[in-house]
C-alpha cells in the first residue's frame, strides 16, 4: 500500500528527479527547512494555538499570541534554516511574521466564524477496491451556520497573490472538500478559502460534485503515471533555487563544472 498527498503529486509533476530522491531513494537532504518554511510553520503553528484556544472559549488577547509567536520561532530556529534571498535576513521574515498575524488578529476577531477542528487528518476515497490512500491536513475546518456550509481554511504566508485561475483550478483544497463530502454527504456545499497573509486577503472558490469526480478521475490517472514511471529524469525550474537536493542533481552539478571550466 503507497499513501499519496497533495505534496508529493505535485513533487512528481516538479521534477520527477526530486520524487525519487525524496520518496524512492529517502536520500538525506542537503538541509531540513528554508526560511519560508520556517516561517510557514510558525505562523501554522501560531494559529493552531489561537484556535485551540477559542474552541476552549478563550480568547487570547493580540499581545499573548504575538508572544506565542516568538517563543515558537526562536524555539525551532537554528543555523541550517537555508536563506535562498540574498537581500533578506532571518529577521525580515521573523517581522513579516509578526505583521502576519496582527493583520490577520485584527481582520478576524473575536473568531466566532464557527470552527470545527484543527489540522484535521482526512483520508480520500479516489478508488475503492485500490490499496492506495490519499491523505491530508486540512489547517482549519468550519461550519458556517449562517451560510449552512462547511469552510476548508488554508493559510498562505507566499509574496506573491496568483491569478484567479489558479483557485479554480487547485487541487489540493478540492481534494479536501471531496474527503469532506465523503464523510458528511454529498449535499453539504463546501467552500474553499485561503487567507493570504501577505496581502491580508480572503479568497474563496467552490468545486460541483461533478467537477469532484473529474478530480478523482484526474488524481488517479497520476498515481497510475507514477507506479508505471521508470524514469525520473530532473526537471529544470525557478524552484531549483529552494530544492534540498541540488547537490546529488546532475543538471545542477553540470551547471557547477561548466561554471568551473566555462571553455571545456
Excluded at 521534477?15 to 531540513?32: A, L, S, T
Excluded at 498575524?101 to 484543527?118: M, R, S, V
Excluded at 485500490?130 to 449562517?146: F, H, P
Excluded at 490517472?221 to 546532475?250: A, D, H, V
Aim: hydrophobic share 30%; net charge neutral; aromatic share 14%.
Amino acid at each position: 500500500m503507497t499513501v499519496y498527498s497533495h505534496s508529493k503529486l505535485s513533487t512528481f509533476e516538479q521534477c520527477r528527479q526530486k520524487y525519487k530522491f525524496r520518496y524512492i531513494n529517502k536520500i538525506e537532504p542537503d538541509f531540513k527547512q528554508t526560511i519560508e518554511a520556517h516561517l510557514g510553520s510558525s505562523v501554522h503553528d501560531t494559529f493552531e494555538w489561537l484556535y485551540n484556544n477559542v474552541l476552549k472559549k478563550i480568547i487570547p488577547k493580540l499581545d499573548e499570541v504575538l508572544e506565542f509567536y516568538i517563543n515558537r520561532w526562536q524555539k525551532n530556529l537554528n543555523e541550517n534554516i537555508k536563506v535562498v534571498k540574498e537581500d533578506l535576513t532571518q529577521q525580515d521574515y521573523f517581522e513579516k511574521g509578526i505583521k502576519f498575524i496582527a493583520d490577520y488578529y485584527l481582520k478576524n476577531y473575536p473568531f466566532n466564524d464557527g470552527t470545527l477542528e484543527l489540522e484535521k487528518k482526512i483520508f480520500i476515497s479516489l478508488n475503492p477496491n485500490s490499496e492506495n490512500k490519499l491523505v491530508g491536513y486540512i489547517d482549519r475546518l468550519v461550519y458556517n451556520k449562517e451560510k449552512q456550509r462547511y469552510e476548508i481554511h488554508d493559510y498562505k504566508t507566499a509574496n506573491t497573490l496568483p491569478e484567479r485561475e489558479k483557485f479554480e483550478k487547485d487541487r489540493q483544497l478540492a481534494l479536501y472538500a471531496l474527503g469532506i463530502k465523503q464523510l458528511y454527504g454529498d449535499h453539504h456545499p463546501v467552500t474553499l478559502t485561503w487567507h493570504y497573509l501577505n496581502f491580508n486577503m480572503k479568497i474563496d472558490s467552490s468545486r460541483t460534485n461533478e467537477q469532484l469526480e473529474k478530480l478523482k478521475e484526474d488524481t488517479l490517472k497520476l498515481i497510475n503515471e507514477i507506479e508505471q514511471t521508470k524514469e525520473f529524469p530532473p526537471q529544470e525550474s525557478i524552484l531549483c533555487n529552494w530544492c534540498e537536493y541540488r547537490s546529488k542533481c546532475p543538471l545542477f552539478k553540470i551547471k557547477v563544472r561548466n561554471f568551473d571550466n566555462p571553455f571545456d
